[in-house]
């Protein structure tokens, strides 16, 4: 019989620690529930900051049609308010969000007849001007509003003392001004989210360390015998070797029953031996 071999525990699976996998977990939600955050919070911010200029400039516009349209209400026509010209250009020296203003006729007299940008007088109006004004005389919208790319317009319709539409002024500006503060915005949201998550997940390993490590720790203590009870069944239902000590309480068993096995044989060999004896005395007898 040959002697055991021990045989080394059995593998341990290699996983995270329970308190390494409560803090990925945990670092997932904090970088998710920041990043949710800051993408509404951004929405949020582009939404007002786009409703702030739009009051702003509809405020300078409103203000504006007042004054354009006070001489209307009078009687005079487009053309002979005088007024119209130095007006434009004191609005927009004013603000510099406003990049031209123009004031433009309708129905017959369909050109634009006042502006602060050069080459516009004489000509006919933008026709996205005329159709968000609502075309020639049919309509008289409080304020529209057209985009053409990086060029945005908010206008308003003017009326004679009848309340029919005579002309509209258009307000344009610049939407880069837009896109520079929300690219601002989202630059400093980017920063403050990873600063928040950071934090957030230092504090959380902290907290990990010091309330769940001697959890996580005795886990892994019943985790081990777990595995060890569990590679030992494997090991002796598969008939892997056995260890040194059990090798030699076999030996034992083994030598203690070949003793046993050899002394039946012996007193079998006797028994046969003393049966054939007695059969040749029988077999003389009966000869005589």
Known sequence: MSSGIAVGAPARP??????????????????????????????????????????????????????IQSPLRLGLSLRDVRTIKPLLESTVRQDSLITSISVFGMGADNQVLYSTASGLVGNAPEAGWVTAAGGKGEGKKHFWHYDAGNVRTIGSVLVDRLDQPVGAVALTYDATYEAGKLAAMRNEMMRNVAIISVVLTVISAIIMYLFFRPVSGHLDRLSRVLEAREGGDATASAGHEISPDAADGIDREYARFRQTADAAERQLAALEKASGGSAGSSGKGDAA
């Open 14 to 67: 290699v996983g995270l620690r329970l308190s390494h996998k409560i803090s990925l977990v945990l670092l997932a939600l904090i970088l998710f529930g920041a990043t949710l955050v800051g993408v509404l919070a951004y929405y949020k911010y582009r939404s007002l900051l786009t409703s702030l200029i739009v009051t702003r400039v509809e405020v300078t516009l409103s203000n504006l049609q007042n004054d």
